[in-house]
Structures are given as structure tokens and as C-alpha cells.
């Protein structure tokens, strides 16, 4: 080598790269080390929040007034006056049935009335003193008195014929059903005509048995339906079923709230729209509160770990929220907890 010197120095240059690469690894791994096992410990401080107690419920949007109506006897459908989406008032006739024979049954009812009137008067004429009346004479009296009285069933049941032949509407509202919407043709006492009232609309609730104990009628509830996400609804409890929903499994009960301030003119709200309703419970204010994945439990009650040390602390317990639960006893505001 021509230069001993030279070849040292680089030599010496490569060996302090090298040791300074070493130690650059070395603190590279105990820093990944100490982040790695803290990554995880997870810590926070306890704080002065507000708390609620919410109870959120599924519904659907219903209404107080809806009639399905149906005719009293299968017939021939003479005529009708509606169609799906029209609006009725309450006793609109909506349709009929053909009525000739109805008609001519009365026509004949009423003539044999009149036949059975001649008799029971011309009876009487006969037999003017009552005091004289034999028991032949008695009998003959009251059978035509009889006769008169089923004349006059006959035509009344022919009228009341005539009047169910009639379909009318029991409410105002707008026509949601016709199963059977043109004229001359047989309809079944099946065949169905809806009327909704689109003004008497509320949302209709399912509690089960440990939820309907924090409902009472008055209460005040937010409704946020599938259809309107933005747009928050107030509605106040009208009534809580006594017994449960026989058309139910398991054990529910009906709760029927007002939607409160709705104008349904437009029909912007519609029956079978589902959503959810919030009701506030309880609220506390400015109380001493740590998120509950902070709280651990055992046989001796709630505790937490506090400070660097992780001191094992047992603590008392109030509201639980949905983020925050309230620690009546065992921890300050600025006290810090560990996972």
C-alpha cells in the first residue's frame, strides 16, 4: 500500500460511521419499546360535565281517525263517487248498491201494510164496545193487532235494506283503499273502502315492560323520522296502554304520543313513516363525571386506577349518560384515571 496513513484514516472514518449507526439503532428501539408499551394505557381527567338520562324508542307514524268500510250484504256496485286519493267529509256517500229490488221489496212491504192496517181498523169497526168482547172476539183483535206490528217490522227492515246499500263515510279524510273501483260490477262484504283523517295523526310507540315504567302521560319527546333525518319533531305523550299489544310477542305496551304543532296539509307526514323518539329522563349539571370505560368493578363495588401508580380506588356511583357517568364519591375534578 503506498499510503499507510491514508488507508487509516479511512478505515477510522468507516468505524465511527459504523458505531454511530449502532447507537442511532439502539436508541431507535428503546424509543419503539417505551412507545409500544404505552401505546395502549390509555388515561384521562376527571371532569365537571352534564349528564342525561335519555330512553330511546322506535315507532311509527298512525292516526286516531281511519274507518274500513265494507257493505253490509254482497251485491251488484251501481255506483261510485270516489276514487283512491280524494278527499271526503264526514256522511259523504262514497257509493251503492243496486237498489231496485231493495225498492220494489219496499213498495210491496208498504202495500201489505196498508192491506193489514184496512183489516185491524175494519176489526175494530166490527167490534166497537170492548166490554162486549168474547174471547173469540179478543183474539181476533189482538191477531190483527199482531199482523199490524209485522207489517210494520217488514217495512223498516226494507228501509234499514235501502240504507245499507249506502256506503258512507264515518269521518273526514282522504280515500287510501278502494278494492273495488268501478261500477257494475258484484261486490263481497270483504271488499274494503279506507278513510284516513290526515289532521288526527300521532306517532304510535311499542315500550316493553321495563321501559313503560319511565313513561308517563305529559311527557315531552323529541321524534326524528326515517324520512326527515334533519328535522326534529316535539311530541308530548296523549296516552300508555293499561294492558299489552295482543298483536305483539312478548310483552308491549302502546304508547301513543301528539305530534305537536304539525300541519298535515301538505301530507308531507304520512301513515307507516317510522323513526325514533327521545325522551330526557333525568339531567344533572356541572357534576363530577369520568367516561364509563374508565370504571371497573368487583365484589366490593365500582373502582377506578388513579395516577401514575395506578392506585386502585373504589368510587361512588350516580347517574349513568350516554358518555359520561357522575362519581358522587372517590375522585376530584383534575385527578387523572388509567385503563
Not at 261510485?80 to 259523504?92: H, L, P, R, S, Y
Not at 312478548?250 to 307507516?272: A, D, F, H, M
Request: charge should be negative.
Amino acid at each position: 500500500m503506498k499510503d499507510p496513513l491514508k488507508f487509516f484514516r479511512i478505515f477510522k472514518k468507516k468505524k465511527i460511521l459504523f458505531v454511530a449507526i449502532v447507537v442511532l439503532l439502539t436508541i431507535s428501539f428503546f424509543l419503539y419499546k417505551s412507545m409500544g408499551a404505552n401505546k395502549d394505557v390509555k388515561s384521562t381527567q376527571v371532569t365537571k360535565e352534564t349528564i342525561r338520562e335519555e330512553l330511546l324508542l322506535s315507532g311509527e307514524v298512525d292516526a286516531d281517525e281511519k274507518s274500513r268500510l265494507t257493505f253490509q250484504t254482497s251485491g251488484r256496485l251501481s255506483w261510485v263517487g270516489i276514487q283512491e286519493g280524494d278527499t271526503v267529509k264526514k256522511n259523504q256517500t262514497l257509493a251503492s248498491l243496486d237498489t231496485r229490488d231493495v225498492q220494489k221489496n219496499l213498495e210491496k212491504q208498504l202495500n201489505d201494510y196498508m192491506k193489514v192496517r184496512w183489516d185491524f181498523e175494519q176489526t175494530k169497526d166490527d167490534n166497537p164496545d170492548k166490554a162486549l168482547y168474547s174471547d173469540e172476539i179478543k183474539r181476533i183483535v189482538e191477531k190483527s193487532q199482531f199482523d199490524l206490528n209485522n207489517a210494520v217490522l217488514d217495512v223498516e227492515i226494507q228501509s234499514l235494506a235501502k240504507e245499507l246499500s249506502l256506503l258512507i263515510s264515518p269521518i273526514s279524510g282522504i280515500v287510501t283503499r278502494i278494492d273495488t273501483p268501478n261500477a257494475g260490477v258484484s261486490v263481497k262484504i270483504t271488499d274494503t273502502v279506507e278513510v284516513v283523517n290526515p289532521d288526527t295523526l300521532y306517532f304510535r310507540v311499542n315500550a316493553d315492560q321495563t321501559e313503560v315504567t319511565k313513561i308517563i302521560s305529559g311527557m315531552n319527546g323529541n321524534i326524528m323520522l326515517d324520512s326527515y333525518p334533519d328535522e326534529k319533531i316535539s311530541g308530548v305523550v296523549e296516552d300508555v296502554s293499561f294492558v299489552p299489544d295482543v298483536n305483539e310477542t312478548g310483552t308491549v305496551y302502546v304508547v301513543k304520543v301528539k305530534l305537536e304543532s304539525v300541519n298535515n296539509s301538505s301530507l308531507k307526514y304520512r301513515i307507516g313513516m317510522t323513526g325514533d323518539i327521545t325522551f330526557l329522563l333525568q339531567e344533572k349539571v356541572d357534576v363530577v363525571s369520568i367516561p364509563a370505560e374508565f370504571i371497573k368493578s368487583d365484589e366490593k363495588g365500582s373502582y377506578v386506577y388513579v395516577g401514575k401508580k395506578k392506585e386502585k380506588r373504589y368510587i361512588k356511583l350516580g347517574l349513568e349518560g350516554d358518555d359520561f357517568t357522575e362519581v358522587t364519591q372517590g375522585l376530584n375534578p383534575g385527578d387523572i384515571v388509567y385503563d
